[in-house]
């Protein structure tokens, strides 16, 4: 997991809010973000939202082309532990913990590769 220190830095980053959490480019954020927190391919991730071609559908959810279906999201739920809130509306305090920790680290990987933007402080 993580130190004290970087605990508290984590804990920092849970509380900024995008200004528009439910925009297609937020959603396509946190699909990027929840497939590096559990490690998994878009394959696997569209498998785990219902998809048949999973690795197209995932595809389409983290560039921003498709928002995840009703159905999708509701498998991810059942699948993954996550929630509607969070899928749809980036609230991560709905998510168990472990989770919660896992996707503030997967956010802080990816944007210090540069995969992602950093957020604004």
Known sequence: ???LMEHST?????RIVPKNP???EETARRARITREAFGYTQNYMGLMAGG????AMWYNY????NFPERSAALALCRNCRLTLAWIYQGVL???PGDLIAKILE?????EERGEIEPRRR
């Open 1 to 3: 997991m993580f130190g």
């Open 10 to 14: 984590v804990m920092r980053r849970a």
């Open 22 to 24: 439910e925009s297609i």
């Open 52 to 55: 048949t071609d999973g690795s």
């Open 62 to 65: 983290e560039k921003g082309i």
């Open 93 to 95: 305090d709905t998510l």
């Open 106 to 110: 997967a956010e802080i990987r990816l």
